[in-house]
């Protein structure tokens, strides 16, 4: 296993889900579990820490144990502004980590090996996302600490909100990954989503979400 100890997990969880109702959608139950379970179950084993980018009362997050801090740009200003969130974080809190590498909470089947091979590719670029399926999945990438002032300037003083756009002015280098037996990055957006990630849940070969058919681990390709 690639070792990335100078990486910081941040979990996004700014977003209002409108779409799910309102509320914070990595609390909703999937397999008895809060999809943020699964999402801290995942992603744990690939950093050094995490830290949960979330707004409004950090109380509702206590009992996970993770340090909560809200989005440093005000107004909602989407995963972009939790790039920069995480960046000053682990700027001012973990000088000795260079690196972030942002999780969706809403996403509870993306792979293990995500980080070991989002920093194999970062050699020959500025940064990594995810890909699956024709689509780039930027709320998923690696992120150097060293640009935090860059997208502060980008989104305070130019009023950049999207990822794509501030990307686009540096080396951005994708990771490819199959859709079989289903899309890694799925992400549960409304109550019928939940319903598919409950069938999709069935199919992984652990109950506890280890491991899903098809699925590339760090040390190789996964089960079929």
């Known amino acids: 296993m690639t070792e990335t100890p100078s990486v910081i997990g941040v979990l996004l969880a700014g977003g209002q889900a409108r779409r799910m109702g309102g509320g914070d959608k990595c609390l909703r139950s999937l397999g008895g579990r809060a999809i943020l379970d699964h999402v801290i179950t995942r992603a744990q084993g690939q950093v050094a820490a995490l830290v949960l980018n979330a707004n409004g009362d950090a109380r509702r997050f206590a009992r996970f144990g993770l340090p909560v801090t809200p989005d440093v740009i005000g107004g909602f200003a989407g995963p972009l502004a939790g790039v920069l969130t995480g960046m000053e974080w682990a700027r001012d809190r973990r000088p000795d980590c260079q690196w972030i590498a942002t999780f969706a909470t809403d996403t509870p089947f993306f792979p293990r090996d995500l980080v070991a091979r989002m920093v194999d590719h970062v050699r020959d670029a500025d940064m990594v996302c995810a890909r699956?399926?024709?689509?780039?999945?930027?709320?998923?990438?690696?992120?150097?600490?060293r640009l935090a002032s860059d997208l502060r300037h980008a989104m305070a003083d130019e009023d950049i909100r999207k990822v794509d756009i501030w990307t686009a002015r540096y080396r951005l280098a994708e990771v490819e990954y199959p859709?079989?037996?289903?899309?890694?990055?799925?992400?549960?957006?409304?109550?019928?989503?939940?319903?598919?990630?409950?069938?999709?849940?069935?199919?992984?070969?652990?109950?506890?979400?280890?491991?899903?058919?098809?699925?590339?681990?760090?040390?190789?390709?996964?089960k079929t």
Not at 132 to 145: C, D, E, M, Q, T
């Open 132 to 145: 699956s399926a024709g689509h780039s999945h930027p709320v998923f990438g690696l992120w150097p600490v």
């Open 179 to 222: 859709t079989t037996p289903f899309d890694p990055f799925f992400n549960a957006n409304n109550p019928e989503d939940l319903k598919r990630a409950e069938h999709y849940l069935a199919e992984l070969i652990d109950p506890e979400g280890t491991a899903m058919a098809g699925e590339t681990t760090a040390g190789g390709a996964g």
